[in-house]
């Protein structure tokens, strides 16, 4: 059988997609490194915040925002404390756990993904029920979960969504976090976690369907909170930056996009987001849609492909529509009359906004 080409992968993992910004900054690393990880936790957040080596190599900003939000998650990592990285959808919390453990660990696919159907197997172990049937509990018929491997292997395993995962599975995590042992009760043998070994755990309070924590999980977390942009321009420049990144692995034959088509499209974000237009003088009725800067990437690059391939690769007013609309307009009753009265009111009077205002009216028609 062929090896699949990781580099026609439609998405590679952060370590592969960065591999020589991780090897540049391991190899200009001299500072202390906690036990297993590749590199120390100042080049860690260098990492993800970006900047320029002393051998002129420069790092692209994974994470654009307050530089201490990092800091405190690569500190928290390095003691024995689990991280949860929470935050409202589309605040960057799987990219941020993505980049971290590919950083300390060279490795970030050790990932459970929380949903209500995850089962306790998937964060502890399997088995294999073939060997289990033939020979009985034995090491060999045990399937080891992403913890169980990274406990072993110490390195980092990520969970993503932890409360989607129904209460008792999340509780499973209480002796791994606590006493950095998974017991194998059928053998009565345990996994003790390698020095390296830790959890990053991501979580939202949004969405319904939510299972809370338990206190007890709870005080096993340092809570890191992913707030979303502070300012306009910050947002813009974080569309910009995936925008162009998801261009190239997609290779789009469409022109970058002009600042001014992004500052639209996170503008009118911003405004639904807060209820209020920029300059505070209108109040806004608010969507039922989150109106995440993530959900803005994606109507970028919808416009994008459609300028691209239906257009001349130029993005434009008409190009944003469809996507903007389709963002915005979750509930087909409320959310409509929340992106019509946008539209009247605030889109169709702004300077050099008709053509959105226009095309925005023909796709609702």
Request: charged residues 25%.
């Amino acid at each position: 059988m062929t090896p699949p080409d990781t580099n026609a992968a439609l998405r590679q993992h952060a370590e592969q997609q960065y591999a020589s910004e991780l090897d540049a900054l391991i190899a200009s690393d001299t500072r202390q490194r906690p036990p297993r990880w590749r590199m120390s936790p100042w080049a860690v957040a260098t990492y993800l915040l970006g900047g320029r080596l002393d051998n002129g190599v420069t790092v692209s900003a994974k994470y654009i925002g307050n530089p201490r939000v990092i800091e405190i998650a690569v500190a928290t990592l390095a003691t024995d404390r689990a991280l949860l990285l929470l935050g409202v959808p589309g605040t960057a919390k799987s990219w941020v756990s993505e980049h971290l453990a590919a950083a300390i660990s060279g490795d970030s696919t050790l990932v459970v993904q929380g949903t209500a159907g995850t089962s306790e197997e998937a964060v502890r172990y399997g088995w294999n029920y073939a060997q289990l049937l033939s020979k009985g509990p034995s090491q060999e018929a045990i399937v080891p979960s992403p913890v169980m491997r990274a406990m072993r292997n110490g390195k980092i395993a990520r969970i993503e969504e932890l409360t989607r995962m129904p209460g008792e599975v999340q509780d499973s995590l209480i002796s791994v976090l606590s006493e950095k042992v998974l017991p194998i009760a059928e053998l009565d043998d345990e996994v003790l976690a390698q020095k390296g070994f830790n959890i990053i755990a991501t979580a939202n309070d949004r969405d319904r369907g939510v299972n809370e924590l338990s206190s007890a999980l709870k005080r096993r977390f340092n809570t890191v909170v992913l707030p979303p942009p502070r300012s306009a321009d910050e947002e813009v420049r974080i569309v910009e930056t995936r925008v162009a990144s998801i261009g190239r692995a997609l290779e789009l034959p469409a022109e970058t996009p002009a600042l001014e088509e992004i500052r639209r499209i996170v503008t009118v974000f911003r405004e639904l987001r807060e209820g209020a237009t920029a300059d505070g003088k209108t109040k806004l009725k608010t969507p039922t849609a989150s109106m995440s800067t993530a959900e803005a990437i994606s109507v970028i690059t919808h416009g994008l492909s459609l300028a691209a391939h239906f257009g001349d690769g130029v993005l434009r007013g008409a190009d944003l529509a469809a996507g903007m609309v389709g963002a915005i307009v979750k509930d087909p009753v409320q959310d409509r009359v929340v992106m019509l009265e946008y539209l009247e009111t605030v889109v169709k009077e702004r300077e050099g906004w008709k053509d959105l205002y226009r095309a925005c009216r023909d796709v609702m028609n």
